[in-house]
């Protein structure tokens, strides 16, 4: 039996993935980290604990839902104490992103911006699609709840780097998050990701290619936050078992 170590527990990801470990077989909760409280009860035999040594002592493998700064401290803990780790907070600092390249010298780490299958696969379509349609103008909208906290997603930036990958760009230099006032035409390059925030939407990622005459949208959109759950619990089983190593959600579904 894999025993799992759940960051961000109290949160909209991390309560589905302590209800849907309850149901799934060879891996099940054996600790979570908070910084105060759990909001509910868990089975007496899982530690509860803000002490990030302990915790990590007492899983095989940690599921990270939570925000840049706590999860900077797992990563710290876990550069002294390596454990395989499966990441899903999004908007790290650069900071952050190195600790986790760091951590991934010393344990396995799996980041993922969106462990849905679909968001896999349009990851690969929109590579393709980049490569092959070079004249075409490249947009990125997504749309997520009102209570989300970073933005763009780290999905869309996500889809934006296969979309630069695709045409040999540097996404630094031809990302665009924001078109106020005086701006002039659009430059042939630039990919443009904006944000949209309302109400309760879980997560919808449309990447449009325009040209003169004719466009192509594709559209992800997740209807349940279980998708992302059962994604970050179907990638620990995967995990726990390799080298060290910086994975992605490509590699533990073989897309
Ligand atoms: N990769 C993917 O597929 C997906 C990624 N996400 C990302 O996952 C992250 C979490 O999303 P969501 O569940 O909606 O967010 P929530 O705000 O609902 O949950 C965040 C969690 O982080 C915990 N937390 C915050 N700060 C600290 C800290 N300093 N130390 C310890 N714990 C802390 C909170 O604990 P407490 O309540 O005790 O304060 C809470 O449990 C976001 O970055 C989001 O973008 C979301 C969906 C899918
Ligand atoms: O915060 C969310 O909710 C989500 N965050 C991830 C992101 O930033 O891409 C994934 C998903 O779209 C939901």
Redesign the pocket.
Known sequence: MTRVGV????????KLILEDLKTTDDISLSSV???????FNVDPSVLVSSDIDAFLNACDIVID??????CE?LLEGALKHPKPLVI????LSTHQANLLKQASEKMPVLY?????LGVALLNKLVYQASAALEDFDIEIVEMHHK????SP???ALTLSESAARGRGLDLNKVRVSGRDGDIGERTKDEIGVMALRGGDIV?RHTVGFYNDGEFIELNHTATS?NT?SK??IRAASWLVDKEEGLYTISDCLEL
């Open positions: 960051f961000g527990a109290n949160g909209r990801v991390g980290f908070v910084r105060n409280n759990l909001d839902f939570s925000l840049p700064d706590a401290v899903g907070t999004t908007g993922a911006t969106n462990m849905s209570h989300k906290k970073d997603s780290g999905t997560g936050r992302f994604g970050a």
